[in-house]
């Protein structure tokens, strides 16, 4: 059983690459966190400072309440699963598994007996003799996990371990470590940029920027709530619609868009003195006919392009100077140059401040 | 087409003289110690008339011919074996613990490469005596050793650097210490580039003389260049018992080469077109 | 007071010993350190002792007159290298090291370079071909001296064969003072030819298809696209056969000893062989380091100037 957290981390690397700025996290014993960023944002570092390779500059990790700064990697009862794989060449599967056990002085017929139900669980059985040469990229990725799970850790870390593989294998090991992490409840982080990974398998997301946590949450609060403008873009898939507004109040705040009020019925932040403000709206929540919604926002405009994905199509639209993105589902008819009504669901605005990039709104609606 | 195929010919034809150039004296040795002095005179470069083998047993007569191989064997043996450990040492500290200004240290090894061993011969010769190690085996292995010390790192560094550098992560959380992971990954993962040094360093032993030369001075410490030099001595213008003597020492080297032709091609200019 | 200052004192190097075991420990993870000190050390020693120091003390001894037994006491200055330099044996040994470096690359180089041009597809007879043309750079330069030897004899071998079909007296080519040394380097083209071409060859089967077909697409001949392309493209491996010339050149000892020793009146001795002859032999310790020192005096000019020249050019 083990919870792992991080008390104002800080990476600078020679040369005075400031990677990581205080980074806080407690994680829980057996969640399953998912740490998700752009590139080079310092994803890669951060776990490899909880496993052990790389020194930490500054600030204190702690697994089970213990500081674990000065101690080996394999003092820390971790485990981990490299982007590469980075098995051994030399060895078979099975004396892959087995090294750690090996190093750690586990004679044969226990060595054995632990590599045996690993093998089993990860459908590894009849490739223990094999080179991992000889594997397919699939059973490469299990050889690492069988790898990382023969030494019964208290925490598991994937750096991007899917991110070789193919659409169609990721799904499936997606699939598998999801399985896997339900039957064995260990502590497990997770480094990806794939938004639909962090989704799927995250009990919690941490969002990175620039070595600097952006927000952490459920799943559905990232994608729901985002705490600011960067992980609003950065999560959601078409990004969602940012368009610049004027933020006024006479009976309550409004924004105009083009010349169109929008009046807003939750709550504004009301220390924000800032007038000016980003509206974010994503594709998917503009819509093109007023059914379902209890009592939308009109908008007019202009449909400037069209495309057809299959079950989706995709129009964008402009409304003043700003271009929005609008999906819906196919079966709605509309043409390209047509002049039409978007109807808003008033719950799922979002607004920034310019100034720091926070939300400064919240729905009224209470999201389900 | 015409003048494809004049080229073609031409080709051949100078490339058969070449062949020519490069295999008629060494055909003329193989075949020398099977002729009698007489016949040599007449026939240096054909087949003999008469096949004599007196001349060729003779070289084995006294037995010493086995203990001149003997002593470039565990000369050889003991250099290759000290610079593949050593160099692998060596050039692990460079890859993978990269200590402060280590690359001046490497720089060190590197420009010692450059320089003639042959210029510092004398001190050298006298360093030698002064560690107590004249005419021993030792003052001819560690030496030679030496000398090929910046070459092997050079290779070995930068084989270890194309490594991946997952895997040491890997064995670090696997709960490799740097030495385990050095004897445990790094050693069974370098087998090619452990051959191709080796066999450099092989190929170079075996037919050192001028160390030897200076350092050895009892025969019963003698590697066969040393011998075989002896041996023309003795027998001054005898050709065809040195004939028959040059074919029995170049033998081990040539079946050798014809052995292991791919790691020795590789040792002996890979590290050239690598480096 | 004194009180005092001590307990300071104490105080200062107690923190010092925790900054040292601190920076130990945060730079001994996986026993970093202690492996440093275990395998750094050994190469370091071996190298220092027998290659860097010697060449220290070369400089050193060539200003002394020293048989090599007790210290070097007799301090003769600069008179080593006076005397080496009115010596018309080392003269020679310059020039003959000379004509060594000349004859690689304007003879050696090419020759190699052709004949890897001609066999370095593969096939099973330019295979052959190559085995043949690389196994004299096997052979032990001793062995390869004696069967040279034999060849020039002038009783024996081709030498005799030679004279015989001209009808003129028998010749000993060895022993012809203006000769000796142009026998000599043949033996040595012999010997190193096979090396440079598989520097070549292994640089032209790197050198990507598509772009010699893409110039015989642009219409380039034969010799156009060895000349604009191929030779272009393997620049890198000519730049490390010229510098393994040079270097071989300078250091050329083994061959010259069986087939020479030197002779005829010294007029075949290379740097080291008058080296060994007129320093080693002799236990002239200060007048060999002399020679020593010419040489690497030599080594050094040239790596410079091919740093400075030829790496240049290629970067
Ligand atoms: N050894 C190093 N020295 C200096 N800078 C480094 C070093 N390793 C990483 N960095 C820098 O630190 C930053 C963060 O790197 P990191 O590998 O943690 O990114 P990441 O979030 O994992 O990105 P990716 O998704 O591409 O893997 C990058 O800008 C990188 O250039
Ligand atoms: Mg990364």
């Known amino acids: 059983m083990a919870s792992v957290e991080f008390k104002h981390i800080e990476k600078i690397y020679p040369g005075n690459v400031h990677t990581v700025k205080d980074f806080n996290l407690k994680i829980n014993d057996g969640e399953f966190i998912v740490f998700l960023g752009p590139s080079g944002c310092g994803k890669s570092t951060t776990l490899r400072m909880l496993a052990g390779l790389e020194d930490i500059s500054g600030g204190e990790i702690l697994i089970n309440n213990k500081v674990v700064n000065d101690l080996e990697p394999i003092e820390r009862d971790i485990a981990m699963v490299f982007q590469s794989y980075a098995l051994y060449p030399h060895m078979s599967v099975y004396q892959n598994i087995a090294f750690a056990l090996k190093l750690a002085g586990l004679s044969k017929s226990e060595i054995e007996e632990k590599v045996r139900p690993v093998a089993d669980m990860l459908q590894l059985t009849p490739l223990l003799d094999r080179k991992p040469r000889a594997l397919s990229g699939g059973q490469r990725q299990r050889v690492a996990m069988g790898r990382a799970m023969v030494r019964t850790p208290e925490v598991f870390l994937f750096d991007e371990p899917l991110s070789n593989l193919d659409a169609k294998l990721r799904n499936s090991m997606r699939t598998e470590i999801k399985t896997l992490h339900k039957k064995i409840k260990k502590t497990t982080i997770y480094v990806t940029h794939d938004q639909v990974e962090a989704m799927t398998l995250a009990d919690r997301i941490v969002i990175l920027r620039d070595g600097k946590v952006e927000q952490v949450g459920t799943p559905r609060e990232i994608y729901h709530s985002p705490a600011n403008k960067f992980v609003a873009g950065f999560i959601g898939s078409p990004a969602m619609n940012f368009i610049p507004v004027e933020l006024a109040k006479d009976e309550g705040w409004h924004v105009d868009i083009a010349g169109q009020k929008l009046n807003l019925l939750g709550d504004v932040d009301d220390n924000q003195t800032d007038t000016k403000a980003t509206l974010g709206i994503r594709p998917c929540d503009i819509h093109i006919t007023p059914d379902l919604l209890t009592n939308p926002l009109v908008i007019k405009g202009t449909v400037e392009n069209l495309e057809l994905l299959g079950s989706t199509i995709q129009l964008t639209s402009r409304l003043g100077d700003s271009q929005i993105t609008v999906e819906a589902p196919s079966s709605h008819m509309v043409n390209e140059d047509e002049v039409t009504n978007f109807y808003i669901d008033e719950s799922r605005l979002h607004l920034f401040s310019d100034q720091t990039g926070l939300s400064m709104y919240k729905p009224n609606a209470v999201l389900e | ?275 | 007071m004194s009180n005092e200052v001590t307990t300071i004192g104490k105080r200062s190097s107690t923190s010092s010993n925790q900054n040292v075991s601190r920076w130990f420990k945060k730079n001994n993870h996986g026993n970093r350190l202690l492996t440093l000190v275990l395998f750094l050390p050994p190469a370091l020693l071996l190298f220092t002792i027998f290659v860097i120091l010697p060449i220290g003390e070369a400089g050193y001894y060539s200003l002394f007159r020293w048989n090599g037994y007790g210290e070097p006491s007799q301090w003769v200055e600069f008179s080593n290298y006076v005397r080496l330099f009115k010596h018309g044996a080392f003269d020679t040994a310059v020039w003959n090291t000379f004509k060594i470096i000349l004859i690689s690359l304007v003879i050696q180089l090419p020759l190699a370079l052709i004949i890897a041009l001609s066999i370095y597809k593969k096939s099973w007879a330019n295979s052959l071909f190559r085995l043949i043309f690389f196994l004299p750079y096997i052979l032990a330069e001793v062995a390869a001296g004696l069967i040279w030897r034999f060849v020039f004899d002038g009783d024996y071998g081709v030498m005799a064969r030679f004279t015989e079909a001209l009808n003129t007296d028998t010749w000993y080519i060895l022993a012809d003072k203006n000769w000796a040394f142009v026998a000599i380097l043949v033996v040595l083209v012999w010997k190193y030819f096979g090396f440079h071409m598989m520097i070549y060859i292994a640089a032209l089967q790197g050198v990507p298809k598509d772009l010699i077909e893409a110039s015989k697409l642009d219409g380039a001949s034969r010799f156009q696209a060895i000349w604009y392309v191929k030779i272009p493209l393997i620049m890198s491996g000519i730049t490390i056969s010229i510098f393994f010339s040079i270097l071989g050149a300078l250091q050329t000892f083994d061959l010259i000893m069986p087939l020479t020793g030197g002779g005829p009146s010294n007029s075949t001795h290379t740097l080291v062989s008058y080296l060994y002859t007129f320093g080693i032999t002799r236990m002239n310790v200060g007048f060999g380091s002399a020679v020593g020192v010419v040489l690497f005096i030599c080594c050094v000019i040239f790596a410079f100037t091919y740093q400075s020249t030829i790496m240049k050019d290629k970067k």
């Not at chain 2, 050889?76 to 160099?87: C, P």
């Not at chain 2, 030496?146 to 550098?165: D, K, M, T, V």
Request: aromatic share 18%; hydrophobic share 55%.
């Open chain 2, 1 to 275: 087409m015409f003048a494809m195929r004049k080229i073609r010919w031409g080709k051949y034809i100078f490339l058969m003289l070449v062949a020519g150039f490069v295999l008629v004296p060494m055909f003329a040795t193989v075949l020398g110690g099977f002729k009698s002095l007489g016949e040599l005179r007449t026939n240096p470069f054909g087949l003999p008339d008469v096949w004599e083998f007196e001349y060729y047993a003779q070289v084995f007569a006294d037995g010493s011919i086995w203990l001149l191989m003997k002593n470039s064997l565990i000369i050889a043996f003991f250099s290759v074996l000290l610079t593949l450990i050593i160099g692998t040492m060596t050039a692990f500290t460079f890859s993978h613990i990269k200590f402060a200004g280590y690359k001046y240290i490497y720089n060190y090894f590197l420009i010692g490469m450059m320089f003639p061993a042959a210029a510092a011969i004398l001190p050298l010769f006298l360093k030698i005596r002064d560690l107590g190690l004249l005419d021993s085996l030792s003052g001819v292995v560690i030496p030679q050793v030496a000398f090929g010390l910046g070459f092997s790192i050079l290779l070995f560094r930068s084989f270890f650097e194309q490594l991946p550098s997952e895997l040491f992560d890997a064995a670090r959380v696997d709960g490799c210490s740097y030495i385990k992971f050095y004897w445990h990954v790094i050693l069974p993962l370098s087998t090619p580039i452990l051959a191709t040094v080796g066999v450099f360093v092989l190929v170079a032993s075996w037919n050192n003389y001028l160390l030897p030369l200076l350092v050895l001075n009892t025969e019963q410490q003698y590697p066969w260049t040393l011998g075989i030099m002896q041996y023309r001595g003795e027998y001054g213008i005898e050709w065809n018992r040195i004939l028959a003597y040059v074919t029995v020492t170049i033998t081990p080297a040539i079946v050798f080469f014809l052995f292991a032709q791919k790691y020795i091609v590789e040792g002996l200019t890979g590290g050239a077109v690598k480096g």
